[in-house]
């Protein structure tokens, strides 16, 4: 009789996980390992907010909290949100959990019965449709394609929505394509919604302060308000403060939803931890600017890794919008030999072959719900994005 339960056998392991785990290995191991496989900003924490943390941990604030956080941070994740994005949510519409990945879980489970659908647009970030399955949902995937940005369009959307259809998930911009939608985008898209009531729409914002070229990013409430009722808008600290291991996300929803959110967590972790919570108040409602400051470092990342890359023979990609990733096809390459013998079939041959033969860590398209491509963060070092775009021309250069 096997120990795990049923709804296991549903799930694989993280892959972006798995791979950075793997290069870290390799190089505790002594290799030359370069990872371009998290989604982690390189960037210190600021100090203002390190020294917020340090601050409520003099002042004793070690103890449990409200299941949903702090009363302050609630306040202020809200007027975050609303000065952000010209929205009007309350504090009793906010809900702090530990990460924005259970911010997702928490809302997958407190409305998924089984058989119901959940549309995802692919590519996407690999857990969505992992915890759709925990919550005994069904991912509905709709391919994208380069032709339209790798963005769903609204004949898309219609035809992917049945009566069983309970969410459509967005990303904007996008991991792992940093692709973003436009107003108009995201207005044809609401249009389809609001034809269809039984639908609700989880928009995943966290990289919603990384975008370039001055593009502002906009969001679904934003751009159509009579989804507002339906709508969970989620965000983070991760990614736009450089907090990735702090774990703090949270959701923005109406009310009914959001008290099943804090009711279903007050029976899982409770509240997310108090002094991360305190470097969080501190910045939503500290100085904004040092985010623009990143943007610009990351936006000429992005170019020279787009040059470099799309310069290569047999790979092609487009000029992301936002976040930190490049999504590069490798379609063209599949079926040739490495020069360590290895034998290219799938993109997760191409990126094992790499990390083996030129120690540059990548995650396959595959993971991402769409095969062909690997993604390349670029969130760490000019000089080891331009080493890492070496060795992958040499590496690309070699096969035959």
């Known amino acids: 009789m096997s120990l795990a339960a049923e709804r296991m056998g549903r799930i694989l392991p993280s892959q972006t996980i798995a791979i950075t785990q793997k290069a870290r290995a390799l190089k505790a191991e002594g290799r030359d390992i370069i990872s371009l496989s998290a989604g982690e900003p390189d960037f210190d924490t600021p100090d203002f907010i390190k020294k917020a943390a340090i601050e409520a941990i003099q002042r004793g604030e070690t103890k449990y909290t409200d299941v949903a956080g702090t009363p302050a941070l609630r306040k202020a994740v809200a007027e975050r949100l609303n000065a952000d994005f010209g929205l009007d949510y309350r504090a009793e519409e906010i809900c702090i959990s530990t990460g924005g990945k259970q ?9 998924l019965n089984a058989g119901d659908e959940v549309i995802i ?15 005994d949902g069904t991912p509905r995937i709709v391919p994208t394609t380069p032709e339209t940005g790798f963005r769903l369009t609204a004949e898309q959307l219609r035809k992917a929505i049945t009566p069983r259809t309970r969410w459509l998930v967005l990303n904007s911009p996008c991991n ?8 108009e ?5 609401t249009d389809v919604l609001l034809e269809h009531p039984q639908v609700w729409v989880l928009t995943d914002d966290i990289y919603a302060k990384l975008t370039y070229e001055g593009r502002e990013a906009c969001t679904v409430v934003q751009v159509e308000p009579r989804l507002r009722e339906r709508t969970l808008t989620m965000n983070g600290v991760s990614k736009a403060y450089a907090m990735t291991g702090w774990r703090i996300g949270f959701a923005a929803a109406p009310v009914a939803l959001t008290q099943q959110l804090i009711k279903l967590q007050g029976q899982s972790t409770s509240n997310a931890c108090s002094i991360a919570q305190a470097a969080a108040l501190a910045a939503v409602s500290g100085p904004q600017d040092f985010i623009g400051e990143m943007v610009a470092v990351y936006q000429k990342r992005r170019d020279l890794v787009v040059d470099a ?14 976040a930190f990733y490049v999504f590069v096809s490798v379609q063209q390459l599949l079926g040739r030999r490495t020069a360590g013998g290895h034998v290219l079939k799938s993109d997760e041959d191409f990126v094992r072959a790499l990390l083996e033969e030129t120690g540059v860590a990548a995650v396959h398209g595959e993971a991402f719900l769409l095969p062909g491509y690997f993604r390349v963060s670029y969130a760490t070092s000019t000089e080891l994005l331009e080493e890492a775009c070496r060795r992958i021309a040499r590496f690309c250069e070699g096969l035959v």
């Open 185 to 189: 985008e995201l207005k044809a898209l």
């Open 309 to 322: 890359l799309s310069a290569v023979p047999g790979l092609s990609c487009a000029r992301p919008e936002g």
């Open 121 to 135: 647009p692919a590519p996407a970030w690999v857990s969505y449709p992992d915890i759709v399955q925990l919550a």
């Open 176 to 183: 792992p394509t940093g692709s973003a939608y436009s107003r």
């Open 103 to 111: 911010v997702i879980y928490n809302a997958m489970v407190a409305t």
